[in-house]
T-cell receptor, first 116, second 112 residues
Framework: EAGVAQSPRYKIIEKRQSVAFWCNPISGHATLYWYQQILGQGPKLLIQFQNNGVVDDSQLPKDRFSAERLKGVDSTLKIQPAKLEDSAVYLC??????????????FGPGTRLLVL | AQSVTQLGSHVSVSEGALVLLRCNYS??????LFWYVQYPNQGLQLLLKYTSAATLVKGINGFEAEFKKSETSFHLTKPSAHMSDAAEYFCAVSRDDYKLSFGAGTTVTVRA
């Protein structure tokens, strides 16, 4: 079974530029998550989708971050304009569905962003 | 909101020695608890999870964890460390809001 795919793996941009990350979840997984992992910290949830609807985006900085999940499969996370503090690893995860809190989330390899 | 605290940001063990990683949670109601491992330049992989069944949970790669309600702990252990265990380990908790809250992580190095 193929895992969660993410691209690109690495990205270097200058501040105030824009950047987009792509995620393809495990086939059949209804729930998709984007996390931000700053160096030395655990991942922090940015946004959660159930199919193509947003379940939780309370931690998403909406003035600069946006995300969409068209057709309930692939998802794109965008930052515009980027700030230095956005340097982090952006992880995508998926799970079967929002059935209960003990459901396992499966993570992709992440996109490492460096903002100069 | 529930949270987890991982004691010790770095742990160094000799190959063949016991690995012990500490995790304490803050919750008035027993939550669901997870341990994930992250190898360099990779995503997180589930090691094991506690879902209110058995308090001693066995996971992959020889790891296990014990849920202790009286101590609000969910420490991760492995009897004999291997070089391939060098990685970063995260404890996480979830409750009724379905969100995963992660600890800050513990980096494990294994000495030959």
């Amino acid at each position: 079974e193929a895992g969660v795919a993410q691209s690109p793996r690495y990205k270097i941009i200058e501040k105030r530029q824009s950047v987009a990350f792509w995620c393809n979840p495990i086939s059949g997984h209804a729930t998709l998550y984007w996390y931000q992992q700053i160096l030395g910290q655990g991942p922090k949830l940015l946004i959660q989708f159930q199919n193509n609807g947003v379940v939780d985006d309370s931690q998403l900085p909406k003035d600069r971050f946006s995300a969409e999940r068209l057709k309930g499969v692939d998802s794109t996370l965008k930052i515009q304009p980027a700030k230095l503090e956005d340097s982090a690893v952006y992880l995508c995860a998926s799970s079967l569905g929002r059935t209960d809190s003990k459901e396992t989330q499966y993570f992709g390899p992440g996109t490492r962003l460096l903002v100069l | 909101a529930q949270s987890v605290t991982q004691l010790g940001s770095h742990v160094s063990v000799s190959e063949g020695a016991l690995v012990l990683l500490r995790c304490n949670y803050s919750s008035s109601v027993p939550p669901y608890l997870f341990w994930y491992v992250q190898y360099p330049n990779q995503g997180l992989q589930l090691l094991l999870k506690y879902t209110s069944a058995a308090t001693l949970v066995k996971g992959i790669n020889g790891f296990e964890a014990e849920f202790k309600k009286s101590e609000t702990s969910f420490h991760l252990t492995k009897p004999s460390a291997h070089m391939s265990d060098a990685a970063e380990y995260f404890c996480a908790v979830s409750r009724d809001d379905y969100k995963l809250s992660f600890g800050a992580g513990t980096t494990v190095t294994v000495r030959a």
